[in-house]
């Protein structure tokens, strides 16, 4: 499988080049490299700064708008109905793009922050759906969200998320999430895939690599995959870019897939949506 269709009926490739970091010309170079070596799906978000260095890289690199999956996000600090109308503007204008592909709430706003908490995101959903109707977007989905978030924003959605990107890799890929979105038709999309580097010290990993001939980062990608999870590793090593998509080549068995899954924490980032205390802000 190399590609999974969303619950609005769209496709998205199951392995896309993540950008965090990817800024200045270097930024630019590494996302052309990772286009001409075959991703075709490019996650961004506001809070990056690099969306211009993204239009930018899709714009030089020849390859027609149409095959390109671009996902850009709404930032936390622009929750709210014309909050997140302006920011898509921001967003749309600086990609020099006349669409984006999948456009996600980066973090769900949460009690320490909102007030009103789910009208916060209700209102950001809102403001989405209608620009998913305008053909501005063409999915919309969430990032970070909990079953709690969810469940809230069930309540009042029109549309159902098509993706919830979250932090999931060996040593943390919150399992109970996992399938609360997969029950509901919602594709899981994994963030941090080699836990921040801790991935390549552990034995289990380091074996069964050897064992395929592969490296520990390309079985941690198989691992996610074979999750029928959607993953966006980052490098700007043009070797690593070349290794990272090359995994459609072998499959992990039952037994290595649960040895994985199994594996202690490690490499958590310590980021949880319900936590990040700023300031509270008053939503209306």
């Known amino acids: 499988m190399t590609e999974i269709i969303l619950n609005d009926g769209n496709r998205i490739p199951i392995i896309g080049f993540g950008t965090y970091k990817c800024v200045d010309k270097e930024g630019v170079q590494s996302i052309k490299n990772a286009l001409a070596k075959g991703y075709r799906l490019i996650d961004t978000a506001a809070v990056y700064n690099n969306e211009e260095e993204v239009g930018k890289a899709i714009k030089e690199s020849g390859i027609d708008r149409k095959e390109i999956i671009v996902t850009t ?31 996600l709430i980066h973090w769900p706003a949460n009690a320490k922050n909102y007030t009103n908490w789910q009208k916060a995101n209700a209102d950001s959903w809102r403001a989405m759906e209608e620009l998913q109707a305008e053909g501005r977007i063409k ?54 895939p080699l836990a921040r580097g801790k991935v390549f010290g552990n034995e289990v990993l380091k074996t069964i690599a050897k064992k395929y001939n592969k490296s520990v980062s390309q079985i941690c990608l198989r691992w996610v995959i074979q999750h029928e999870t959607v993953v966006i ?13 090359d995994i459609f080549d072998f499959a992990l068995s039952e037994e290595e897939m649960k040895q994985i899954n199994a594996l202690p924490e490690m490499g958590f980032s310590g980021e949880l949506p319900n936590i990040w205390p700023d300031r509270i802000r008053v939503s209306n």
């Open 73 to 103: 996000k709404l930032y936390r600090e622009n929750l709210g109905y014309e909050e997140a109308k302006r920011a898509f503007e921001v967003s749309l204008k600086k990609l020099g793009l006349t669409y984006v592909d999948l456009y």
């Open 139 to 192: 999915s919309i989905g969430v990032s970070n969200f909990w079953q709690e978030h969810l469940e809230a924003l069930f309540q009042t959605a029109n549309i159902i998320p098509a993706v919830n990107q979250i932090e999931f890799h060996p040593g943390y890929w919150q399992p109970e999430l996992t399938a609360f979105c997969k029950k509901n038709g919602i594709t899981v999309e994994s963030w941090s």
């Open 233 to 245: 590793p980052k490098s700007n090593t043009l070797q690593r870019i070349e290794e990272n998509i």
